[in-house]
């Protein structure tokens, strides 16, 4: 009879990333059938800490066991020594866009091949099926991954690792681009599969999550244990964030600077997102803060992207008061893709977003008016970086964040459109931004924010629109109880 | 590298920028960043070839080498602009001898290879630019509007024009195609030639405008991320366009150059010479993967590459050698400049 031991011991763990000691020294344990939380601000090291665990990015020192396997750690690669006992999904998913949702769940997996090694496409269609069943999920197996929407990649990428039959699972962020509706299916299986004995570490910023799913919680802060194997029970929102955070923090609340009969700055009429879709009529006037809302594909990022300017409505007109657009500065859904360019420093990518106004004589640009500029933008936006010439690349992703606002700034508009304005952002990052936001709206700037976090609506938001199949089907506007948002939200899934 | 975690409120980004990075990593960073890493590689040569070759640092040899190189100076230039946004164009070889060519059989007379159309003399600098400048946009369009992958469109055109030399010139090369088209080409300042003038103000023009005009940064941008560049409010077809035409323009300034020296339009004008572009781009810094690169480095790419053939056409070295060595040193380079370039530039942290 063997004594009932951690499925995963890692002692003494350390990890340098040039100058950057990610993580100093950490312990970390995880029980057979639990479902242990990592919490940390970003660039607390929970990445590097679960990297190290499943071999991605090796550790540098220490010792790590995963069920039978034990061994010490020298930065040389172990991952496939441990590959069939861990499973890793990261942050982004990691899809093959050109193959087919089959092909990449059951890639390198034995079970969808014969004794010859050769794969079975019956076998792996009729996996694949029932696994759509059991997710609830409208997806065919020949569907390209290419093709899918951004919540349904992440689950499939979940769904690949969950399906491997491996007994611990690393889930980083998943919930990050799920709707409500994915979330309660992912969680409906992973507590599942943890009632079979299966193993997760579990990290997210969304502390609500970790509540409804977590048993233990792990806290890191600058790359060391503040607090270890917590059970959830005895914690609540505001010592975690206050661990995570090493001060006292409080929640902000929203403020409202709406002038009530101000003209709009920016008016909607009769918009179609889609042909054949109902008409759609908004207006954004000065001070105030708007959130989209609404299912993933409900169409809340389009309706966005057409009143920033940046995409042609299928009919209907955008227009400001006396015409013309006024100026809209655009924070993008994802800034690794299309929010800043990290191989340029923080200076050009601030820079980018006022090219015109910067330069002078014959296109030029004046070195003089762009120091006070991104000066001025950086401080506003509390940009810290090494120096204004450090790639944007090297920066945490609350920085990076902040340096997209900068760049949004740079043109003095009188919109800003943020599209999931603080998604991958730590805690102490998401407030200043909400207070950059809200210092905004009382200069008179008519704010748009995306958004799927209710906790960040609530934050923010002066009216909040419910956005479902390319319509707008409620609207709250300004004393809206928590309660009601979370319905509304839910109501529309 | 450094990455700041929990550094209390209000403070703003310059006040790092004291503590953040020792001096000698900043200096070393701006080194490689700015396109000098091959100098001192470059001075090496230079020293080892004033030993090797007594000739080699006189006044003379050093003008040879620099015409000798303004054409592919040009034509990397022009590559450079395409390749900042992470696209390159292999027609430019085509254009260095087709614009030209083109421009000759419009300007003489039918007896000796033209068309018969006779333009007038002045008109040859315009047929040959205003043609390479449309071939350029022409490669933006494939590329932009039609939507094709610039190698194969690029290489498709490649082949097109050089059947097309060959077919608008009957497969003559045609002499003295007429003094304005050559005298850029041919002309001296001062015992200098007028080509190495054309090449280092064109080069500092758009060393300037890469640097420090908005076009330049919106090239960088898209290079870098274009989706960033096109919600940072830069209109990323119409540079597209241009990056293309600026290309093709300075192809065939590069061709009438070569048309210059030679006195003639030649059919095999410029052949291999995008290879010898690519090259010097390389070595010179320029990613192919495009939103790096300058103009200094690229002018470092072309002179070692024109230094390594002067040198050892001097040392009297057999022609056969004299092509697999560049190749070595081609390899070599850009060894040098990747490695260079990775260790200024750090490695990326994960969170």
Known sequence: MEQIRPIVEMRGISKTFGSTRALRDVDFTLEEGEIHALLGRNGAGKSTLVSAMSGYTPADTGTIRIASTEFNVDGSSYAARIRGDIAHVQQTPQMFDLLSVAENLFLE??????????????????????????????IAPSDLAGELGAGQRQLLEIMKALSRGVPVIILDEPTAALSNAEKRVLFDQVKLLKTAGVSFVYISHHLDEIFEIADTVTILRDGQVVKSRASVEGLDTETLANLMMGEKTTRSAREDHTFGDAAPLLSARQVQLKPDRPKIDIDVRPGEIIALAGPVGSGKEDLAMVLAGQQAPASGQVSGPNGALPTIGLVPTDRHASGYVGILGVRENVALGGLEVLSGNFGFISKAKEDSLVNRLTRQTDVIASSLDQAVSQLSGGNQQKVVFARALCRDPQIIVALSPTRGVDVGAKEQLYALLRDLASKGLGVIVVSDEEDEISQLANRVVIVFEDRIVDEMVGDYRMEDLILHMEGAT | MTMEIGVPEG?????????????????????????????????????????????????????????????????????????????????????VGFAPMLAAVMLVPAAAGGFGVELPQWMGLIVALGCAGLIGLFNGFLVVKVG??????????????????????????????????????SAQIAGIPMAVFVFLIVATVVGLVLKYHRYGRALYAIGGNEDAARAAGINVDRMIWSAFFFAGLLAGLAGILLTGRLDSAVTTQGQGIIFSAFAAAVIGGVSLGGGRGTIVGVVSGVLLIGVINNLLTL????????????????????????VASRRSGGVKTRT
């Open chain 2, 315 to 338: 040392a009297q070295v057999p022609s056969f050698y004299v092509q697999a060595s560049t190749g070595a040193v081609i390899i070599i380079a850009a060894i040098l400049t990747t």
């Open chain 1, 109 to 138: 997996n034995d079970l969808v091949r014969n004794r010859w090694g050769m794969v079975s496409y019956t076998r792996m269609i009729e996996k694949t099926e029932k696994l759509m069943r059991d997710w609830n999920m409208d």
């Open chain 2, 11 to 95: 403070h703003g980004g310059k006040k790092m920028a004291a503590d953040g990075q020792s001096a000698l990593a900043r200096f070393g960073h701006g080194f490689v960043a700015g396109g000098w890493t091959m100098y001192p590689v470059l001075l090496l040569l230079i020293i080892v070839g004033a030993f090797i070759a007594p000739r080699f640092l006189s006044f003379i040899n050093i003008i040879n080498i620099l015409e000798q190189v303004s054409v592919l100076g040009l034509t990397t230039i022009g590559l450079t602009f395409v390749l900042l946004i992470g696209r390159l164009d292999l027609s430019l070889e085509g254009v």
């Open chain 2, 148 to 185: 094709l992958n610039p190698f194969i469109s690029t290489l498709g055109l490649l082949v097109l024009l050089r059947g097309g030399i060959l077919i608008i010139s009957n497969g003559r090369s045609i002499y003295s195609p007429g003094e304005s088209l050559t005298w850029l080409g």
